[in-house]
């Protein structure tokens, strides 16, 4: 193991650290939980960007990417073989989850959500697929890595990209390099903000929209339904999130100055959605 990798390695553990102590002490409010949530939550975010980083400079700058002809319906699935090198450059399965979402940051059945179609939880003690079947197998997480979605994609219109899959002028809104002259406006990983309908242009609908009982595949499986993962004190709408930004800052991006990314809208730089949900940032 080279030095880099443990130095990941070592922050991933303080993560994991970080965690535990801010969730011990220091909690006397609801409202100093979530900062301290908060600040994990920053903290895994730059684990997980730094492993990323690091892939890249052994890999003439480029980002990692799912496989050709790969795609994923949501913007939280990862598969098993993403998760394999990223874990590799110092991310650790806690450095996936953001603690604000305690429904999935406990239950293993998240992270091996494509073994469980039988509607049993997952152990622990049983092996997951090997090296061959990883790439066919995804996990759910708490986070959403903009560089691993590609075409052809269930929630891109086909006039994005050419008939060999590639994006057609104009229409390249995810990152693939650290090669950019744009770095420190390019989101990277961004915090995990849904709602069950589209946007709304006046305030009162925004706010009447479903941000924490969204109906996806676990509640199908197992009755659980999806949720933002940061709440605003006392509502039902989101705080907002961490975002992580491809020069490597980090920073928390309040909801009202996000935005629903829809692929209506051709004159954003990342109009994405799938079908149900809407994802924000």
């Known amino acids: 193991m080279n030095s880099r990798q443990f130095d990941l390695k070592n922050l991933a553990v303080l993560a994991i650290l970080l965690a535990i102590s801010f969730l011990m002490i220091g909690a006397s409010t609801p409202y100093k939980a979530e900062l301290n ?3 994990i ?4 975010e730059l684990v997980n960007f730094r492993s990323n980083y690091c892939y ?4 003439q700058n480029q980002l990692p990417t799912l496989q050709p002809g ?3 319906p949501w913007l939280f699935n990862i598969f098993y073989s993403d998760t394999d090198i990223l874990i590799s450059y110092g991310s650790q ?3 996936f989850y953001c603690p604000s979402a305690t429904y999935k940051y406990l ?4 992270w091996r959500y494509s073994e469980g179609w039988n509607h049993l939880p997952i152990a622990d003690n049983i092996p997951e697929p090997n090296a061959l079947d990883r790439d066919s197998y995804y996990r759910v997480i708490g986070y959403s890595f903009l560089n691993i979605i590609r075409p052809p994609n269930s929630s891109m219109p086909s006039h994005w990209y050419d008939d060999q899959h590639h994006f057609k002028p104009g229409f390249h809104p995810l990152p693939t390099t650290f090669d950019v002259d744009n770095g420190s406006e390019q989101e990277l990983i961004v915090d995990v903000v849904m709602s069950s309908g589209p946007p709304a242009d006046d305030q009162d609908a925004r706010a009447r929209l479903n941000y924490f009982n969204v109906e996806g595949g676990a509640y199908a499986l197992w009755g659980i339904r999806d949720q933002s993962n940061h709440r605003a004190n006392n509502l039902d709408i989101p705080a907002g999130g961490n975002t992580a930004y491809l020069d490597g800052h980090i920073k928390w991006v309040n909801f009202g100055q996000g935005r629903c990314r829809d692929f209506d809208d051709h004159t954003d730089k990342m109009v994405l959605r799938t079908d149900y949900p809407y ?3």
């Open 37 to 39: 949530r908060r600040k």
């Open 41 to 44: 939550c920053m903290t895994n």
């Open 56 to 59: 890249a400079q052994d890999n």
């Open 70 to 72: 790969k795609s994923m």
């Open 93 to 95: 399965k806690a450095t």
């Open 107 to 110: 239950d293993n059945k998240f």
């Open 279 to 281: 994802f924000w940032w």
